[in-house]
């Protein structure tokens, strides 16, 4: 939406790409749609053509079109690669800026004036004229690079963060162009354009937290030296504050759900659009109240004396504490869906109330002895990272001398990796997230340990026979039970099928609303979410174990959102809220930790087993599995000798039929020679045959001098030779044989083995 500069009239574009115009000179507005001209990236009136408005394309293009005329008639200014998003004019020209490019337009002869040089690395947040004609670019690193049109060769960098001024959203000019107004987080300060100081300061109050959007409020004797200045706070609501007085103006009418609002040129009308996609117009005199209320600053002296170390550390905890209430935090992560990466842990513990009890850690940590339980943890869970196995390790032993009958739960590694990862560099608050996360999100998880938990799978099969009686009536015809399709996601904290990211922001929410019994909705939520990919899975293979440890690509919006509605449409008597307890505990500051809730393990394990008898379980356990191995040991070195033994036998058996059947040619070959050759050949030829029984070729070589013999030889084994094949053939089947009976035993080994 825009104004235009005689206050006539405004422009606004639908979210389907409708252009209406709006008339303001009559008591009640009249307003027309003239066109479709798509979804602009920005919008204004043309100061030197009051009948065309400027239109930004996502082509980079920017379209000026000329109002009240039968035709269509449109110029170009064609020299942005990226879409156009803000707007400003001084005199005859137009500054338009995209991320990474600002330009400057004659708009007499609509072209390009002059394009001016940025920093291409940091991405251009606003560009804007101011009046005088003073250029400034802010760059999303909070840095600032100025020019005047008249000397655009030479330019000024200035970095906000000298003056405190952190994140800022939004800048604007006062009409005379002597100061600068930046809104950001906490506060608004203002800058002097001759020589780029600060002039003051305003603190936003705490449910403020930042200004979005700035626009000056002109008034008539101001002389152009605006002191109201309208702002967005992060609340979504409408602001006005004097800037001179350094006050806050309360509003006779209460402006919320905003999504943005302009300013008309005189201040006169101020329109804004509601969250419901609503244009709303109001004249600006009947919003600004004459009352003005004091922001509350610290007026009484103090007297000046120092302090020690853990005095400072004390304080900046307690002004953490101030800052990062749920009533500001809960704007921040409905504007942006998640908390900033590098806060998260801060504001986790915050929220949580974890009080890093250093003695009680220190109490659990010292008496850690690394047990078998870590040990098949690093074998199970095998990390490249020898710092997260340790840390990973360390943790699990610290918590099992806090509740030592968690050894009996081999989910809680997985359960509890994607919390240290949040917290790896600080292993004290690592500890205490997930003892808050056992205390709070794990309730009834354990009244049935070490199998798991029916009663929490029962409230979920009741809340998706509510939600989605079809999926489930899929799973029973089936045989598919809760156990299958809910126990993995709750004992991974579905940090298995989310992405990383995606299961940060899923917990950011979770322990953000601080109601545990909204993980329970968030499984049944996500099986109603993948329920076409789940029935497909069912039909073609019936085996969905695979797809419940899988990561997938849901959304963690997508399933808030569900289970926000199955919140509040599953009934009372459904709702697990009946069952959980909806407060959370919280961890002692002093003395030992919280005991783990004994009263949800089974009272076999808690009444008629003591601590003592537990580990004397553990030892015997211990002992017969070393027992174990033993025989398992003995069975390998036995089952590894009678298979050589037999081996050996089988090879000199083979051997044996070799020779025997080697033999029995040899014999029928001598009684054919001896039935064939004449009398006085044949003892010549059986003295070479036996005088060099070794060497067939020497027989053979001998023999050659009887060239009958040498025809008999060879008709011999011409006829001999499939006798010989059909001896291959069984030499070979035996072989396989053999080797089968081996592959038999190795089998039975390893059978053995695992037993």
């Given amino acids: 939406m825009s104004f235009d500069h005689d206050e006539e009239c405004l422009i606004a574009v639908d979210t389907k790409g409708y252009l209406h115009y709006i008339e303001l000179l009559g008591d009640v507005p009249i307003y027309k749609i003239l066109c479709k001209i798509g979804r602009p990236t920005l919008l204004a009136f043309n100061p030197v053509c009051t009948e065309e408005i400027l239109i930004g394309l996502e082509s980079g293009d920017i379209k000026i079109w000329k109002l009240h005329t039968d035709v269509n008639e449109f110029s170009l200014l064609s020299g942005h690669k990226l879409a156009p998003t803000h707007v400003s004019f001084y005199k005859n020209y137009c500054l338009t800026s995209s991320r990474n490019e600002v330009i400057i337009w004659d708009l007499r002869s609509y072209n390009k004036a002059h394009q001016l040089k940025v920093r291409i690395q940091n991405a251009v ?50 009409r005379d162009g002597r100061a600068m ?42 002389g152009g030296a605006n002191k109201i200045l309208a702002f967005l706070s992060a609340k979504c609501t409408l602001q006005f504050c004097d800037i001179n007085a350094l006050t806050f103006l309360e509003t006779a009418v209460p402006i919320d759900r905003i999504k943005k609002f ?136 610290c918590l099992l001398q806090w509740c030592p009958l968690l050894i ?32 709070n999100y794990c309730q009834k998880w354990f009244e049935y340990h070490p199998l798991p938990p029916l009663n929490i799978l029962g409230i979920i099969e009741n809340i998706l026979l509510e939600a989605d009686p079809t999926l489930l009536n899929v799973f029973c015809e089936h045989g598919i039970t809760s156990s299958e399709y809910a126990w993995p996601l709750l004992q991974t904290t579905m940090s298995e099928v989310l992405s990383g990211d995606e299961w940060l922001i899923l917990w950011d929410h979770l322990i953000s609303f601080q109601k545990p019994y909204l993980l329970l909705m968030c499984v049944v939520a996500y099986n109603i979410f993948s329920r076409e990919n789940i ?28 289970a926000r509605k199955l919140d509040q449409e599953i009934p009372k008597r459904m709702h697990p809220n009946c069952y959980l307890r909806d407060k959370l505990l919280q961890l002692n500051h002093s003395g030992p930790y919280i005991w783990f809730i004994s009263k949800e393990y089974p009272k076999f394990l808690t009444e008629n087993l003591s601590i003592a008898d537990l580990r004397q379980l553990k030892m015997q356990e211990q002992s017969l599995q070393e027992y174990n191995c033993k025989v398992a040991d003995f069975e390998k070195r036995r089952l590894h000798a009678e298979t050589e033994a037999f081996a050996k036998q089988i090879h000199e058996t083979r051997i044996n039929e070799v020779q025997k059947c080697f033999q029995e040619h040899v014999n029928n070959l001598n009684w054919k020679w001896h039935s064939l050759l004449p009398n006085t050949e044949k003892e010549k030829f059986c003295y070479h045959l036996y005088k060099d029984s070794d060497s067939l070729s020497g027989r053979k070589q001998e023999c050659n001098k009887c060239k009958l013999v040498e025809d008999i030889i060879s008709n011999y084994e011409a006829a001999d030779s499939k006798n010989y094949k059909k001896l291959q053939q069984d030499v070979t089947m035996l072989e396989y044989e053999v080797q089968s009976f081996l592959d038999l035993l190795r089998f039975h080994r390893s059978k053995t083995d695992i037993n």
Wanted: hydrophobic residues 40%; contains cysteine; positive net charge.
């Fill in 125 to 174: 947040k606003k560009a804007a004229f101011s009046n005088v004609g003073h250029i400034v670019v802010l760059y999303h690193n909070d840095t600032m690079q100025t020019w005047t049109l008249r000397q655009l060769h030479k330019d000024t960098k200035i970095d906000a963060k000298i003056f405190g001024i952190r994140y800022i959203k939004d800048f604007i000019f006062t």
């Fill in 181 to 222: 107004i930046m809104g950001g987080t906490r506060n608004i300060s203002i800058l002097n354009t001759y020589d780029w100081s600060l002039l003051r300061k305003l603190c936003l109050p705490n449910n403020f937290v930042e200004a979005k959007q700035l626009a000056v409020v002109p008034c008539p004797l101001d």
């Fill in 262 to 397: 302009a300013m008309s040129p005189t201040g006169r009308y101020i329109a804004y659009i509601d969250q419901e996609g609503c244009l709303n117009i109001m004249h600006t005199d009947k919003v600004i109240s004459k009352k003005c209320f004091q922001f509350n600053r610290l007026l009484k002296p103090y007297r000046v004396h120092a302090h020690k170390v853990n005095d400072h550390l004390e304080y900046v905890r307690r002004s953490m504490k101030q800052e990062l209430k749920m009533e500001r935090l809960m704007p921040i992560l409905k504007e942006f869906g998640e908390y900033p990466e590098k806060y998260r842990t801060l504001i986790w513990s915050t929220i949580l109330k974890l009080p890093a009890n250093k003695n009680a850690y220190v109490a659990l940590a010292s008496k850690v002895t690394r047990g078998r339980f870590a040990l098949n943890t690093l074998r199970n869970l095998p990390l490249a990272d020898k710092s997260k196995a340790s840390l990973l390790a360390m943790t699990t032993d």
């Fill in 408 to 439: 009996q739960s081999p989910f809680l590694p997985n359960l509890i990796f994607p919390f240290l990862m949040v917290f790896q560099k600080d292993p004290l608050l690592a500890f205490e997230l997930i003892l808050s996360i056992l205390l």
């Fill in 535 to 562: 029935i497909s899975l069912i039909k073609s293979s019936g085996d969905i174990k695979v797809f419940y440890n899988t990561q997938s690509h849901v959304r963690a919006k997508d399933l808030l959102k569900i």
